[in-house]
């Protein structure tokens, strides 16, 4: 996200939010524990590219929009690709997990309006690296659902993506109270 912001808004890159991100990255690497590439690896890269840019261009929406609408062009959107995919997959329709689909697209609707919110009044450099957390949401429901032990590199990853966060909302609360000094 953090060069996309750079190219698309000319955001100002600190050397301190690129080594929280980078740092993040890599925290999230130790928890997935990628071994491989395949099919799936790949999507999972085309979703989290197609998320940062929808994010980034949020703010390119116009500003009268209020979420409601935001999330509905964006939904809108995404229809037709979702039909299609339905439609080349050639199974026959499936009702029975409707209500879990349904939970899941509400959270993720929830999730949307939170991120049309910030990344209209913030800079993606200022919490690109927050976005690594969802992660730590994503090892919770396997702990709870899926009954996963979690191990010492999820213990190491997690570390990777929150103490860098910590350590640049504190570095830059710094560089903000010195620059109200001067």
């Not at 690709?81 to 939970?103: H, I, N, V």
């Not at 009044?121 to 032990?149: N, P, Q, R």
Request: net charge positive.
């Amino acid at each position: 996200m953090l060069p996309l912001a750079m190219i698309l808004f000319q955001e100002k890159l600190t050397s301190h939010s690129i080594a929280a991100a980078v740092l993040g990255f890599i925290g999230v690497l130790i928890v997935v524990k990628p071994t491989q590439i395949n099919w799936a690896a790949i999507a999972a890269l085309v979703v989290a590219l197609t998320m940062a840019v929808n994010n980034l261009l949020v703010r390119k929406l116009p500003q009268h929009h209020n979420v409601f609408q935001t999330l509905m062009l964006t939904n809108l959107v995404g229809i037709p690709a979702a039909f299609g995919l339905a439609l080349w997959e050639g199974k026959p329709w499936d009702w029975s997990p409707m209500l879990t689909a349904t939970g899941s697209n509400t959270f993720i609707l929830i999730y949307a309006g939170i991120c049309v919110l910030v990344y209209r009044a913030i800079e993606a450099s200022k919490i690109s690296s927050a976005e690594y957390t969802g992660l730590l949401g994503a090892v919770v429901v396997g702990v709870l659902w899926f009954d996963e032990i979690p191990d010492l590199s999820l213990a190491i990853g997690s570390s990777l993506i929150i103490i860098p966060l910590i350590w640049l909302a504190k570095v830059e609360a710094k560089i903000k109270q010195t620059s109200k000094i001067i």
